[in-house]
């Protein structure tokens, strides 16, 4: 099985479909009693879709008018080179960065734990003071949020050790600790998104990357790849079933061998039940927050010096809402999206969304760079969780990396 390039760069566009039909169908024929979600809610949800998608293909084929053919290149040598020495020295010292971030936050939690007398061998602790600090529920600490932009880092690694992964693969550790850095800190704090997220970067990096190879190098990458690839979304499963069954064993006490069933329960809901939670938001939806959700943290770093009020900015972690078999605090994209202007500001964003989509994935094929990558990755991801939230809303992430990304793309291109 090959996929030309022309095809790769459909697939964000081809992601996001799948992703809202699965969640659609498996909502219809759930054996779980949901609320009815009403039809203007369906109305919202089908129109900013459609918004995403219209988006997506309105650049794409602007982009690939009169060449929109499905093909392989056939190239002889690989269009982009990585010096080995410089690749590695450059991984190792980020690979450093982000172990600091990592261990020096879970011994500042621990710190935080004992400081409320709590026990800091209970891992629900961690959780709790993380989200706590996350939400503002625990006054803003700067030495956290270091460690925190040190495990920002690990966006720009990722990219890397795919890169290394795809043209020499020599070193394991090279290209495997970016992924076990957030594991670790994943399992700590009983965060599954950081494990998530890390593992769709590389495996879209890997996906992307291997294209610039030369011809023969690309099959065999792309066999590879697809080996993987099902191990890799097996495990994603795993590891998302034992930290829901781990957080429901900590919340109710222990439940014994129900934990596990109930674990696969919650996979389900949280799929499914994103847009039943959006349905009951929409009901009680009267304000609007006019810009201050999109740009959320960077109101908050006004805050922090003084230049905005502390109290107008609005948390990004939502009341839990009923929506018949359990209680959820996720709504989907279309929340953050709605939440700021209404419909009137939802559908030009999706289909704003849609545009830059096609462009970033467009823009890196036509010529590579590390910066290209790192967003190209951010905006795949972004449509991969669309069930779940919209990841773009975090803008000073997104300059921390673009910023980071091309200091390490002018050191990874100057020529030894």
């Given at each position: 099985m090959y996929i030309s390039k022309q095809g790769s760069k459909l697939t964000p566009i081809v992601i996001f479909i799948v992703i809202w039909i699965l969640q659609i169908q498996l909502y219809s024929y759930s054996p779980f009693k949901f609320k009815m979600i009403s039809t203007n809610t369906w109305l919202i949800i089908f129109s900013s879709v459609i918004s995403v998608i219209v988006g997506f293909y309105t650049h794409y084929f602007l982009k690939h008018s009169g060449k929109a053919k499905i093909y392989i290149d056939v190239n002889t040598t690989d269009t982009i080179y990585f010096n080995e020495t410089r690749l590695e020295k450059l991984l190792k010292v980020l690979i450093l960065l982000v172990a600091?971030?990592?261990?020096?936050?879970?011994?500042?939690?621990?710190?935080?734990?004992?400081?409320?007398?709590?026990?800091?061998?209970?891992?629900?602790?961690?959780?709790?003071?993380?989200?706590?600090?996350?939400?503002?529920?625990?006054?803003?600490?700067?030495?956290?949020?270091?460690?925190?932009?040190?495990?920002?880092?690990?966006?720009?690694?990722?990219?890397?050790?795919?890169?290394?992964?795809?043209?020499?693969?020599?070193?394991?550790?090279?290209?495997?600790?970016?992924?076990?850095?957030?594991?670790?800190?994943?399992?700590a704090t009983l965060q599954r998104f950081t494990i998530i997220s890390n593992l769709t970067y590389w495996i879209f990096t890997i996906f992307f990357t291997m294209f610039f190879l030369r011809n023969d190098k690309m099959q065999k990458v792309q066999k590879d790849f697809f080996k993987i690839l099902g191990v890799l979304f097996i495990f994603i499963f795993i590891i998302i079933i034992s930290v829901i069954s781990?957080?429901?064993?900590?919340?109710?006490?222990?439940?014994?061998?129900?934990?596990?069933?109930?674990?696969?329960?919650?996979?389900?809901?949280?799929?499914?039940?994103?847009?039943?939670?959006?349905?009951?938001?929409?009901?009680?939806?009267?304000?609007?927050k006019n810009g201050a959700i999109l740009f959320n943290s960077i109101l908050k770093w006004l805050a922090r010096f003084g230049l905005y009020s502390t109290q107008d900015v609005p948390t990004k972690r939502y009341l839990f809402i009923n929506i018949g078999p359990a209680v959820m605090n996720t709504y989907s994209y279309i929340r953050i999206?709605?939440?700021?202007?209404?419909?009137?500001?939802?559908?030009?964003?999706?289909?704003?969304?849609?545009?830059?989509?096609?462009?970033?994935?467009?823009?890196?094929?036509?010529?590579?760079?590390?910066?290209?990558?790192?967003?190209?990755?951010?905006?795949?991801?972004?449509?991969?969780i669309s069930f779940f939230t919209f990841t773009l809303h975090n803008l000073t992430m997104i300059i921390f990396l673009v910023f980071f990304g091309w200091i390490i793309d002018r050191l990874l291109n100057r020529k030894i």
């Open positions: 600091i971030g990592v261990f020096g936050d879970i011994i500042y939690l621990s710190k935080l734990i004992r400081e409320y007398s709590l026990n800091p061998l209970n891992i629900f602790w961690y959780r709790f003071v993380y989200s706590s600090l996350a939400s503002g529920e625990i006054e803003y600490n700067f030495i956290h949020s270091l460690f925190n932009y040190f495990m920002l880092l690990n966006n720009i690694a990722i990219p890397l050790s795919g890169i290394y992964y795809v043209f020499f693969r020599k070193k394991k550790i090279l290209f495997l600790a970016p992924l076990i850095l957030p594991f670790i800190f994943g399992i781990i957080r429901i064993n900590i919340d109710t006490g222990g439940l014994g061998k129900k934990v596990i069933k109930l674990g696969i329960q919650s996979v389900y809901l949280y799929i499914s039940g994103n847009i039943v939670a959006l349905d009951q938001y929409l009901i009680g939806c009267e304000d609007y999206l709605y939440e700021d202007f209404g419909i009137m500001g939802l559908l030009p964003f999706s289909y704003i969304w849609g545009i830059l989509t096609s462009v970033s994935i467009n823009s890196l094929f036509d010529k590579f760079s590390l910066v290209k990558l790192i967003i190209a990755n951010l905006f795949v991801f972004s449509m991969f």
